[in-house]
């Protein structure tokens, strides 16, 4: 019986935001459990589950955590018997702290434990980024091909279906890779809209061709200060001349777009934003606060936006949601005060006290949830009609049960103000309206502005007159 493993550690993590990321703050499933998270596993094959770890967003990963979790996978890769596959199973933009290139560094790993036969093939977030080791140590590598990314579980099943149709029929598929020379936020690359939904139309086309295995376009992810951080492009298949070609085709479609990828929404200034969303009547008007985004690997606690918000009255007088800030000691106060009863605390500004420290907040707390899953504790803080959710945790708000669960109603608010991006589909369908406020923050939107030293240079838009590069996609290793 064929035997593939199951591995992989997943978090994207901003080198800009001054959160760490600790082994609390994964999720690690081993045996049963990690086998569960897959719906789709061929029964003919045995799978053997190793270690799966996986995390909201957040800033580099600490090096004690990588180092557990990584000697954890290679210990139990040495006692599992041999493998005929491997599936690595990640996101793609994982920092740890004194490393570049942490995916390679772990794939390494792991091929110094299984060898050079053992069929790998990863699946990957187009947020990832792939690096010439990255690519050389992996077999078949695919990514999403939407964002937001509705089809993140279609692509871990493909991932793995060519994977075991590899083991079946043999032999290593061929590879071509090339790096393109830009490099984007995710908001600027939704694949609803134009230029990303043509260039990933291509993906599909590419992959029908006789030759072709798989094509898989990533963005990148923008928030890390490392070489790998660039849009890339791999064609997996068996015929050198086709996937090279197409590699080349997919590059150069990338680049020839690059100047019209733009904001998914207006943009402005947090005032801005809020002035037009006051003067429109579309209800309920949502506002993302975007400099902070938690799953883009925002601290959840940068206080700034919250600090403009209380300053404008005609805020306070509309009924609107603030979702979210992180505060452990002011959740924990408004939770000792109870419901009705006022609290003066001070709010964020801790952990990200860059752009601002934290916030002064005298409030009632109007909801408590002792039991939040992600969150911990969730409370609502009122100030007027302004209602500020304050979380133990950092905890994305992209669902209206997450407004629901603390007595908050989306639907019927004038303005929304989310820590997020895009707008993910639930909030996306509700909102009437959408801005995206530029705000500060570990994943401010505004990229020219966060100081990247480390990244390749050139690279668009950082040095928007360079030259054209020529794309000759590496398919030799
Ligand atoms: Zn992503």
Redesign the pocket.
């Known amino acids: 019986m064929t035997r593939i493993g199951i591995a992989g550690i997943a978090i994207?993590s901003s080198t800009f935001s001054p959160h760490r990321t600790t082994v609390d703050d994964f999720r690690v499933t081993r045996g049963a459990d990690l086998l569960a998270r897959y719906s789709f596993l061929d029964p003919s094959v045995e799978w053997v589950p190793l270690l799966h770890a996986v995390s909201l967003p957040g800033g580099a990963v600490t090096e004690e955590t990588y180092a557990a979790l990584s000697e954890e996978i290679y210990a139990r890769l040495r006692s599992c018997g041999p493998l005929d596959g491997l599936f690595f199973d990640i996101?793609g933009a994982m920092s740890v702290v004194g490393r570049v290139d942490v995916e390679a560094d772990l794939i390494e790993g792991i091929r110094a434990v299984i060898g050079p036969d053992v069929l790998v093939s990863a699946s990957m977030?187009?947020?990832g980024n792939v690096s010439h080791r990255l690519a050389r140590a992996l077999d078949l590598i695919t990514c999403?091909r939407k964002?937001p990314?509705t089809d993140a579980w279609d692509t871990r099943e493909r991932a793995v279906r060519n994977l075991v149709d590899r083991l079946r029929d043999g032999g290593k598929p061929l590879k071509a890779w090339v790096q393109v020379p830009v490099l984007l936020p995710?908001e600027k690359t939704s694949t609803r809209i134009e230029p990303a939904r043509s260039v990933y139309a291509l993906v599909d086309e590419v992959e029908a061709l006789p030759g072709v295995l798989d094509a898989a376009i990533w963005v990148g992810y923008a928030w890390a200060d490392e070489p790998r951080c660039q849009a890339a492009i791999v064609v997996t298949g068996d015929d050198l001349s086709v996937i090279t070609a197409q590699a080349s085709r997919l590059a150069q479609a990338y680049w020839d777009a690059r100047h019209d990828f733009a904001f998914v929404a207006p943009t402005g200034s947090l005032a801005e934003c809020v002035t037009q969303a006051l003067a429109s009547p579309a209800r309920p008007f949502f506002i993302s606060d975007s400099g902070d985004n938690p799953t883009a690997g925002g601290a959840g606690d940068t206080s700034w936006s919250l600090r403009e918000l209380l300053g404008m009255p005609s805020v306070l007088a509309q009924n609107t949601i603030y979702a979210q800030i992180v505060d452990p000691a002011a959740t924990a106060a408004a939770v000792r005060a109870g419901i009705g009863q006022q609290v003066t605390v001070s709010v964020g500004g801790h952990i990200d006290s860059g752009p601002c420290g934290p916030v002064p907040l005298t409030a009632v707390v109007e909801a408590i949830d002792a039991n939040d899953p992600v969150a911990g504790v969730a409370v609502v803080l009122g100030v007027q009609g302004l209602k500020v959710i304050v979380t133990e945790r950092r905890k994305p708000y992209h669902l209206e049960s997450d407004f629901l669960d603390l007595g908050l109603s989306p639907r019927t608010a004038d303005l929304v103000i989310v820590k997020i991006g895009y707008l993910e589909p639930e909030l996306y369908d509700m909102a009437a309206d959408w801005l995206l406020a530029l705000t500060p923050g570990g994943v401010d939107q505004d990229l020219l502005r966060l100081g990247h030293v480390g990244i390749q240079r050139p690279m668009f838009p950082f040095d928007p007159d360079m030259p054209p590069p020529s794309f000759t996609p590496v398919s030799t290793w």
Do not use: M, R, V
Request: a negative charge; zero cysteines; proline letters at 0%.
């Open positions: 994207e996101h977030d187009l947020h999403y964002a990314h995710g």
